[in-house]
């Protein structure tokens, strides 16, 4: 998914969605989006293991998984969250970053 598409995306969100995230109210009492150029600047300052790490965070708080201590005592099952998406076989690069792979933009061709 593209930058222009989630901003697309969240430019239309539903009110109850909205309230659910926080997002200011209007004097009218509307939930207002924010802006396209907010998001961008937010996604850039995270950078793709910020989003990827605060994206897991907030899913596994919402999910009821709290942190895991350690060392453990032995073998143990701990918790996970499986989040629907796409694997690549080595993604994870020399540096420990996982870096987010979006399709190429479409590219026309002359008639």
Known sequence: MSLVQITDW???A??????????RQ??????VPPHPDTIERVFSALGAQGLADH???????????GPVGAP????????????DGKA???AIGTDGQI????PPPPTRTPR
């Not at 539903?14 to 997002?23: S, T």
């Not at 453990?72 to 989040?83: C, D, E, K, S, V």
């Open 99 to 102: 870096p987010i792979y979006s």
């Open 26 to 31: 209007d004097r009218g009492g509307r939930h």
């Open 14 to 23: 539903e009110q109850d969605l909205l309230a659910a995230v926080g997002a």
């Open 72 to 83: 453990m005592a032995g073998p143990t099952l701990l918790p996970a969250l499986a989040i």
């Open 55 to 65: 994206t897991g965070a907030y899913l596994g708080a919402r999910a009821g998984l």
């Open 10 to 12: 969240v430019t239309h």
């Open 88 to 90: 690549i076989k080595g």
